[in-house]
């Protein structure tokens, strides 16, 4: 194994993160504007996720050991991510129901 994957795993679950980051943010500028360019910014994020997820999946088919764990840094990331923002966007509906605006 390589001494260095460490360092390339976090640089890439670093860089992942902050494009999410960043799509939601747009996601979350876009509902401030219309409808149509917030449902483009979410599929947006969904794609990148979807994306992440394939590419790791690709890496962990390699046989490779070094490919073969960013491929699950990647999935997990995905996976991660993908429940984070269900579980968010539940939360965040059910407090503007009950205390926004029932």
Known sequence: MDPSLPAVVLI???TATAAFAFLLFKFSLALQESLKEAVLA?????LFLTACFLAGFSLRATGQADKITLGHALTDFSFL?????????????QARYWFFGR
């Open 12 to 14: 890439t679950l670093a």
């Open 42 to 46: 979410g599929a947006l994020a969904v």
């Open 81 to 93: 991510a993908a429940y984070l923002l269900i579980g968010f966007s539940g939360l965040l509906g």
